[in-house]
């Protein structure tokens, strides 16, 4: 497992995802996905957890210690259903609700354009985006505007990439690559502009 601390109370961590054999064009992603812990003023939160395999020991033994110091509601926010990963398993583990009511200072961004629920959050006090797959980086490095395969409304599709690009976003924490740390907004929007 990769950890990496953002900054003071967000960490994100990335884990060998089980499948990503069987993606499409998986040769252009890295095997591991990106999940990601805050410390909300009223909650922990996990963002798509993903408990890494082999590692489960060494997981758990953080995450309880950070769940035991906070003594505060776990939440887990999910950006896709099809990121569900360790969810349950997790929800169960901590009495943790998965998805309701935001915890203070996460903000839900739709992704419209499909039938699917899709959601980015916006963690405003990091200025720190959590995509799924609507953004994502290669193994080279760059940035991806992604799109669901059941799309079926373009229109809002770009409507909503218009809104995540007006967040004054400096971090954007991918699922599928390295997450872009700096000067997040102006790769986005540059992502954009060369589809």
Do not use: N
């Not at 887990?76 to 935001?102: M, P, V």
């Not at 963690?123 to 991806?144: C, K, Q, Y």
């Amino acid at each position: 497992m990769e950890a990496l601390r953002v900054a003071d109370g967000l960490w994100r961590w990335a884990a060998p995802h089980p499948s990503w054999e069987h993606w499409p064009d998986h040769e252009r992603l890295p095997a591991e996905v990106g999940c990601v812990y805050c410390e909300a003023k009223d909650a922990t939160v996990l963002f798509d957890p993903l408990v890494p395999a082999g590692e489960e020991d060494d997981f758990f033994r953080h995450l309880d210690a950070d769940v035991e110091r906070r003594r505060l509601a776990v939440v887990i926010l999910l950006t896709a259903e099809w990121h569900r990963r360790s969810a349950d398993e997790l929800a169960a583990r901590y009495q943790a609700r998965i998805g309701g009511a935001l915890p203070e200072g996460i903000e839900e961004v739709a992704i419209e354009g499909a039938d699917e629920r899709h959601v980015a959050f916006f963690i405003r006090s990091h200025a720190a985006l959590v995509v799924a797959e609507i953004f994502w980086v290669d193994v080279d490095g760059d940035l991806h505007v992604g799109r669901s395969p059941a799309l079926v409304r373009p229109a809002e599709l770009e409507a909503s990439l218009a809104r995540l690009v007006e967040l004054p976003v400096e971090r954007l924490l991918v699922s599928h690559g390295k997450p872009v740390l700096e000067d997040a907004r102006t790769r986005m929007a540059e992502a954009l502009a060369r589809r």
